[in-house]
């Protein structure tokens, strides 16, 4: 059904009418705030479409899957075996033993996969358990192309129902808010540095906050001051931390004294997400519930799930393991078999420091290898990756050219799945932040 639709899509996009949709939808992103850094968000005139079933089917499995991190999390917490296959920092030690006061530390989070709707196979690849970006951008971009002509044409045969993302975000500070104890209506600070290219996004958090009620300011961690028993930024007191800023960056830059940590510490403030979310942030996450030795933590379904979704990751270390069944010496396979597997550094984002095996030479493979054993690096699986023809403007002209599209769902509260980001690339690498690339809003549509 998804084809059909996507041909039908592609059928009313005469050259006019895609000439018209491009200089509407470039008019709506510049309004809606829908830039990364200076470049638009939107590069395609296309959203990407589910059936029904394919988002139901992708809300089921990631549902069952967060179960398992859920669980990896929780050995993770309470014992330090199981938590040193993480490979964390002291300073990270120190930071995750902190009273967040509510029950789950990831209050939104996201799985990045890909996912082929027409087969529903579905591979996870990361997840975002820190600082998932996107949401606003998402709505914003959705209600961006239910503007556009084309899109009110296509609605005349297809039901096009929007994934709204904002007011689940809300919702789910508002309930950590009240499990920490908090009364009143809190004060919002979206905390993250002033320079960051994804500040456009917090701008319309703040606006979605602020209109529902709720007092919101940004603010740079080193603009904060902690006295009288709460934070503050200038005269503004904090009650609610929105934190966007990555807590390796926040120590990294201001040390462990820090205002917001000193707050946290104290229970001064409520923050969202904890600082223990970056457990499962960790690429090692994905070795974690992958490894056979961690198989008792989970009940038959997970595993099942796992098998199915989780590609086969390991931290590079020179150790036995299993491989689909097969004992395998972990370094020496990956080496002889670069072109089924990616390197990718624990402790980091935005596409930096990953190589693809099929993409680079010997050399360059086995230095980076090497690398892995002294700087922590996981290796995972190659999986099935997902393209889709998406139509776009070059030079005047409408092109129509296949994409890789990935499927990113947003989760609340560490188990339900509302929205999704979708990103497109030309590329391996499928990332906007690592420079390339396209957002675009999801919808799910049926015939009418």
């Given amino acids: 059904?998804?084809?059909?639709?996507?041909?039908?899509?592609?059928?009313?996009?005469?050259?006019?009418?895609?000439?018209?949709?491009?200089?509407?939808?470039?008019?709506?992103?510049?309004?809606?705030?829908?830039?990364?850094?200076?470049?638009?968000?939107?590069?395609?005139?296309r959203p990407n479409f589910y059936s029904p079933v394919a988002w139901s089917y992708l809300q089921h499995e990631t549902s069952i899957i967060l179960r398992a991190f859920g669980k990896a999390h929780a050995a993770c917490m309470s014992d330090s075996y199981m938590r040193a296959q993480l490979d964390l920092e002291p300073y990270e030690e120190a930071l995750f033993d902190l009273d967040i006061g509510f029950r789950a530390p990831w209050t939104t989070s996201r799985l990045d996969s890909f996912f082929d709707a027409e087969s529903l196979r579905l591979s996870f690849v990361e997840y975002n358990a820190e600082t998932p970006a996107g949401m606003a951008y998402e709505d914003q971009l959705s209600e961006a192309f239910l503007e556009?002509?084309?899109?009110?044409?296509?609605?005349?045969?297809?039901?096009?129902?929007?994934?709204?993302?904002?007011?689940?975000?809300?919702?789910?500070?508002?309930?950590?808010?009240?499990?920490?104890?908090?009364?009143?209506?809190?004060?919002?600070?979206?905390?993250?540095?002033?320079?960051?290219?994804?500040?456009?996004?917090?701008?319309?958090?703040?606006?979605?906050?602020?209109?529902?009620?709720?007092?919101?300011?940004?603010?740079?961690?080193?603009?904060?001051?902690?006295?009288?028993?709460?934070?503050?930024?200038?005269?503004?007191?904090?009650?609610?931390?929105?934190?966007r800023v990555l807590c390796s960056e926040l120590v990294m830059r201001m040390g462990m004294e820090n205002p917001v940590v000193k707050a946290v510490a104290d229970r001064a403030v409520c923050m969202s997400n904890a600082?223990?979310?970056?457990?499962?942030?960790?690429?090692?996450?994905?070795?974690?519930?992958?490894?056979?030795?961690?198989?008792?933590?989970?009940?038959?379904?997970?595993?099942?799930?796992?098998?199915?979704h989780i590609p086969w990751t390991r931290r590079v270390q020179d150790r036995r393991t299993d491989y689909?069944?097969?004992?395998?010496?972990?370094?020496?396979?990956?080496?002889?078999?670069?072109?089924?597997?990616?390197?990718?550094?624990?402790?980091?984002?935005?596409?930096?420091?990953?190589?693809?095996?099929?993409?680079?030479?010997?050399?360059?493979?086995?230095?980076?290898?090497?690398?892995?054993?002294?700087?922590?690096?996981?290796?995972?699986?190659?999986?099935?990756?997902?393209?889709q023809d998406f139509p776009s403007m070059i030079e005047g002209q409408l092109d129509v050219s296949p994409r890789l599209v990935d499927a990113d769902p947003?989760?609340?509260?560490?188990q339900t799945t509302k929205g999704c980001l979708t990103r497109l690339s030309t590329s391996s690498l499928l990332n906007v932040t690592a420079g390339g690339g396209s957002v675009v809003p999801t919808f799910v549509i049926q015939p009418l």
């Fill in 275 to 308: 600082f223990s979310a970056k457990l499962m942030a960790k690429k090692a996450s994905f070795a974690f519930v992958s490894d056979e030795r961690n198989g008792f933590l989970f009940d038959a379904e997970e595993r099942k799930a796992i098998e199915a």
């Fill in 148 to 243: 556009l002509a084309l899109m009110r044409r296509f609605a005349e045969r297809y039901h096009v129902a929007q994934l709204h993302v904002r007011n689940h975000l809300l919702d789910s500070l508002l309930m950590a808010y009240r499990e920490y104890g908090g009364q009143n209506t809190p004060q919002i600070a979206i905390i993250d540095w002033a320079d960051v290219p994804t500040l456009n996004e917090h701008e319309l958090c703040k606006e979605y906050f602020e209109a529902n009620g709720y007092p919101t300011l940004l603010a740079d961690p080193r603009a904060l001051v902690y006295r009288g028993g709460h934070l503050w930024a200038g005269d503004f007191r904090i009650d609610l931390i929105y934190k």
């Fill in 324 to 387: 689909h069944g097969q004992q395998v010496d972990l370094l020496a396979y990956v080496a002889h078999h670069r072109e089924n597997f990616v390197l990718k550094p624990n402790d980091d984002y935005g596409g930096k420091g990953v190589v693809i095996g099929w993409e680079v030479s010997e050399e360059e493979w086995g230095a980076t290898l090497q690398h892995g054993l002294t700087t922590p690096y996981v290796v995972q699986e190659r999986v099935h990756a997902a393209y």
């Fill in 1 to 45: 059904m998804i084809d059909k639709a996507i041909n039908d899509y592609h059928d009313l996009l005469t050259p006019d009418a895609a000439a018209e949709t491009e200089g509407a939808l470039n008019d709506m992103l510049r309004e809606r705030k829908c830039y990364f850094g200076a470049r638009p968000l939107c590069t395609v005139l």
């Fill in 410 to 414: 947003f989760v609340f509260a560490g």
